[in-house]
């Protein structure tokens, strides 16, 4: 007797507690790469078009100094507005962080970040959770509406490990560090799946993720799977997320289907 796939709708939303553990252990592992970096490392160039392996860290230094200080947004999304106006507003205003702290040299920017961070999760946290679930991220960022969830809530327990995890896997495939990983890694990569399952609108497929940061076998769509795709739980985040794999991804089954893995994306 076969047992079914079980849905990756089934995948629970991380609590408001696990996403403090999530966050804060996120933290720690980014703060510890980051101090593990050669003095040749910080010029490296990463997958995020332009940017530095220093750039990236001021641009992570900038996401946690806004949460407590969103005023500090609205500046540089004005800045943006000036400086940067062929591009959409998030993009713009990610360059602005950048550009702040053009001067800082990248060890700097550990301390820098040693300090903000923290101080953004506690301001995250602090925000009654009834208020943080009716505060549009889309007020400030137009491209907020294709989460999920267009809230603050889903910021603080989802996006912002999200975003500064995959910041730190782009990161090791800049300067070759390692990519060390345990439970928060698979509650982040969880999160990514079940935000695909919730979109999904192709045939049904099975993706089976291995590695520290996977182990699941879950049916995206309802239905016998069409296709089917193994891959390490890492390389399929690249994936999923826009930037180049660096790892095979195994998929067999209807073409149909199988393009349709090939064409996911998730916001990260």
Known sequence: ??????????????????????????????????RELSDEDWQRPTTCTGWTVRDMLAHIVGQYEELPRPWVSVRRIRQAGRTHPHLGRLDGHNESQIEDRRAVPGRELIGALAHYAPQGLRALRRVPAPVRRKMRLSLLYPEARALPDDSMD???????????????VELSDATGAELLLDGHDREIVDQVVLDLALAWTGPAVEI????PAGGNCLLLGIGAPAARLRADAITFARHVSGRPPRGPLELD????ARAALMAARVVF
């Open 154 to 168: 889903y910021l603080n327990r989802v996006l912002i490990a999200r975003d500064t995890w995959m910041h730190r």
């Open 1 to 34: 007797m076969t047992t079914a796939t079980p849905s990756a709708r089934t995948i629970p939303r991380t609590s408001e507690e696990r996403a403090r553990e999530v966050n804060e252990a996120e933290l720690r592992a980014t703060l510890s790469t980051f």
């Open 208 to 211: 089976d993720l291995h590695g």
């Open 253 to 256: 089954g209807d073409d149909d």
